[in-house]
C-alpha cells in the first residue's frame, strides 16, 4: 500500500495536510530498508499505524508527553515502541539515545512550540545517522503568538522557521569570507535543508566541498596564494591582500558586531 492510503486506512492527518506528498518523496526509496524511526506525538496512533505497515523491516519508535493506552489505540505490534516523556526534556532524550543509539528518520509532530522543536532538534540532530532525515511538520506555529510563534518580526523572531532558515548558511559554510567565523557543529553535516507548507526537511549528510573563492573563511589568504603561486611581485600582494585587504576585512567586521550588540542579534 502507499503511504498516502496508509495515512487514509488509519486516518492520520497526514493526509488532509498533504504531508504524505513530502514523505512520499523522501521515504519510497527507503521502505523496504531496517531502519530505526522516531516521531515525537503519538496521539491515538494513526502515525505509528501507518509507518509500521509501511516499514515493515523497521523499528517505529514513538515519544508523547501524554500516557498512550497502547491497548486501546491497538498499538501492540511487534515493530512499534512508545516511550512517554517531552521533546524538551533533555535527559529524557538521552535515555532514549542511549537505548536505541542512532536514528535513521525523526519526525516532529510533538508540541509544534517553537522552543520545543529547537530543543529537540538540538538534542537529536548528534543521534541522526549520516544521510538520515529528520522532519518537521506543522511549521506554521512559527506564524502565530497563540502558539509561541511570532506574527510581526519574521526575520528575526526565536521562531524554529528562523532556526532552520538560518542554518541554511550552514550548507555554504566553507564560503562565509569572514576569518572571525566560530564554526557550528552543524557545518558539514548537512547537505540539504527543505521548505514546504507548513513543513521542514533537514539531510543530514558530509557535505565538506572546498571553496573556490574563499581559503579557511579567508577570501584575502585565498586571493595571495593564488597570486603567489602564479608568480610575480610578492612583496606587493603581501600588502594588497595581507596588509589592505584584511585591514577592510576587519573595519566590516567591526561594523557588523558593533551593528548585532546595538540591535540585541548576537
Ligand atoms: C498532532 S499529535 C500527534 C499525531 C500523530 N503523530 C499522528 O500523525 O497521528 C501531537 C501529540 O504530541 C504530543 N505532545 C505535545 N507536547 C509534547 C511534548 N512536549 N513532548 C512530546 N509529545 C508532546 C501530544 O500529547 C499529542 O499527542
Not at 486516518?11 to 504531508?19: E, L, P, T
Not at 510581526?152 to 542554518?167: G, Q, R, V
Amino acid at each position: 500500500m502507499t503511504l498516502k492510503n496508509l495515512f487514509i486506512k488509519h486516518k492520520s492527518d497526514k493526509y488532509s495536510h498533504q504531508y504524505y506528498k513530502v514523505y512520499e518523496k523522501y521515504l519510497d526509496k527507503l521502505k523496504k530498508k531496517k531502519l530505526n524511526i522516531l516521531e515525537i506525538g503519538v496521539s491515538d496512533g494513526s502515525s505509528m499505524k501507518a509507518w509500521s505497515e509501511y516499514f515493515t523491516n523497521s523499528k517505529i519508535i514513538g515519544i508523547d508527553i501524554k500516557k498512550i493506552d497502547i491497548k486501546k489505540n491497538k498499538l501492540n505490534k511487534k515493530n512499534i515502541s512508545i516511550h512517554c516523556g517531552s521533546q524538551s526534556d533533555k535527559k529524557f532524550l538521552h535515555l532514549l539515545i542511549k537505548k536505541y543509539k542512532k536514528f535513521d528518520i525523526i519526525i516532529d509532530d510533538g508540541s509544534h512550540f517553537p522552543k520545543d522543536v529547537i530543543k529537540s532538534f538540538r538534542i537529536l540532530f548528534n543521534s541522526l545517522k549520516v544521510n538520515g532525515i529528520y522532519f518537521i511538520e506543522d511549521t506554521q506555529t512559527s506564524y502565530n503568538h497563540y502558539f509561541g510563534g511570532n506574527a510581526f518580526d519574521l526575520k528575526f523572531a526565536k521562531t524554529h522557521m528562523n532556526f532552520f532558515k538560518n542554518l541554511t548558511d550552514t550548507i555554504n559554510y566553507r564560503e562565509i569570507a569572514n576569518p572571525f567565523y566560530l564554526q557550528s557543529g552543524y557545518d558539514g553535516h548537512i547537505k540539504n535543508i527543505s521548505f514546504f507548507n507548513n513543513m521542514v526537511v533537514v539531510q543530514k549528510g558530509v557535505n565538506n566541498l572546498k571553496s573556490n573563492l574563499v581559503l579557511n573563511n579567508s577570501y584575502e589568504n585565498k586571493r595571495y596564494n593564488t597570486k603567489v603561486s602564479r608568480g610575480g611581485g610578492k612583496l606587493l600582494y603581501f600588502f594588497k591582500y595581507k596588509i589592505f585587504f584584511n585591514l577592510y576585512t576587519l573595519i566590516l567586521f567591526s561594523i557588523n558586531f558593533l551593528k548585532k550588540i546595538i540591535l540585541f542579534r548576537y
